[in-house]
């Protein structure tokens, strides 16, 4: 399956962006409907009690010059059971004090206010329990000059908006998780389909990438084959023609590496899983040393190999010395003939550590996060040999082996790339 892990990580991540947005319109309407409905519970009982305190002030009668209220006018209203009345005079003779709930009037502070010819609204906690209050001054005008002659407080229980409050709220969260639910599975199946195209289109390319590379392997080997005749006649050719068929045998000995590489490439891409065996880490480093001494005569650059390793690592053998041959093959060819590349190798703390530096022109910062992408070379890089996938087949085989690679550089001084591996227990 073409990079299946990378396409279902790619449908969780949009399906997983997709239900973050969608949760948080729902929460903000959520909190809309909330403050909405709360306000109009709240408006609802405060003009309920603004009628039960104005109800109340016409139910105060003066006789003989005294003041009282009629109980009369207020029982024949049943809606009255579960609201709490204080009425007292300016004087401070209490008129009437019913209540279902004891304790609760008067509310002192804004009885003070009442007084002072201030109506409002106030909330009284009792035994966890909050009540709504209303105090309404009542004028009664004497000489031509109205005054403040009583104050009427009313009050009833703020239970029943808590309880609509608490009940919306959890009906809104049991709607909105079922909603973000059921998000997450169209969300999973819209990626899918959104992603599908793009599937296709990288599973062809991989058929195509391994296709060529198969094809081509071929006519190279054979235009290879001819210019080396060439150079074998009974009657040599002139210099002329020798040369352009050493120009040809070089170009196509590149070609046949970075076909080689793109069959590799198509073999990662296919999730293709490497060998599990048992590798010798001593038997492992020398051999890459060796090969490495090699090429680096061959190139005129010298290697200098610090080899310290014990232990066994479980992979592929011909893996792990192709991730060696790439990234001293990267030193030599970016360090000038007489410079020193350096192969370190030790093992600590349960993993293999591999260090390949040379003193060569470096890499500019700004490159460093691309270097291991297929086929990018940076300005400095276009004019060295190589096909720019070198590092993207290291960056496959550490990953495959549970492992990491990392690349410092200065410009100017060099570069080291570090590979660690787990050992085997």
Excluded: C
């Excluded at 990079?3 to 809309?32: E, K, M, N, P, S």
């Excluded at 009629?70 to 004087?91: E, F, H, K, M, Q």
């Excluded at 004019?383 to 550089?409: D, F, P």
Aim: glycine share 8%; no cysteine.
């Amino acid at each position: 399956m073409l990079q299946r892990g990378l396409f279902d990580r790619a449908r969780l991540r949009l399906a997983g962006w997709y239900v973050v947005f969608l949760g948080v319109i729902l929460l903000v309407l959520d909190v809309g409907v909330v403050s909405i409905m709360g306000s109009a519970l709240e408006s609802r009982v405060d003009d309920e009690l603004q009628h039960k305190a104005a109800q109340a002030s016409a139910a105060i009668v003066y006789v003989a010059g005294a003041s009282g209220i009629d109980r009369n006018d207020l029982a024949s209203d049943p809606s009255w059971s579960d609201v709490s009345l204080y009425a007292t005079t300016a004087s401070g003779s209490v008129l009437t004090g019913s209540s279902p709930y004891a304790t609760v009037l008067p509310d002192r502070k804004a009885l003070g206010n009442g007084l002072a010819g201030r109506a409002g609204f106030t909330t009284v906690i009792r035994s966890t329990e909050p009540f709504i209050v209303y105090t309404r001054p009542v004028y009664r005008s004497a000489g031509g000059t109205a005054r403040v002659d009583a104050v009427v407080q009313v009050a009833r229980s703020a239970r029943t908006l808590v309880d609509a409050g608490t009940s919306l709220i959890s009906l809104l969260l049991g709607a909105t998780l079922v909603a973000l639910v059921l998000a997450f599975v169209a969300g999973l199946w819209l990626a899918d389909k959104a992603l599908e195209p793009i599937r296709v289109n990288l599973l062809n390319q991989k058929d195509f990438v391994s296709d060529a590379s198969h094809e081509l392997r071929t006519p190279v080997t054979v235009i290879r084959a001819a210019a080396e005749s060439i150079l074998r006649p009974k009657e040599k050719a002139s210099p002329r023609v020798q040369q352009l068929a050493q120009d040809i045998i070089s170009e196509t000995a590149q070609l046949a590496k970075m076909v080689e590489n793109l069959a590799t490439l198509a073999q990662a891409d296919s999730r293709v899983r490497l060998r599990r065996d048992p590798v010798e880490l001593a038997a492992l480093l020398d051999e890459a040393g060796a090969s490495g001494q090699l090429l680096a005569a061959a190139r005129g650059v010298e290697l200098r190999a610090e080899i310290d390793v014990d232990g066994v690592v479980r992979g592929d053998e011909v893996r792990l010395r192709q991730l060696i041959a790439i990234l001293l093959d990267n030193a030599y060819r970016f360090s000038s003939p007489g410079q020193p590349v350096v192969l370190r190798a030790a093992t600590a703390d349960g993993r293999l550590r591999v260090t390949v530096s040379d003193s060569g022109p470096g890499i500019p910062a700004e490159e460093l996060p691309r270097i291991f992408n297929r086929f990018y070379r940076g300005a400095d890089q276009r004019q060295h040999e190589g096909s720019g996938l070198g590092l993207a087949i290291a960056r496959w085989i550490v990953q495959e082996h549970g492992g990491t690679i990392t690349v410092r550089s200065q410009v100017g001084v060099g570069t080291e790339f570090t590979v660690e591996v787990p050992l085997a227990q």
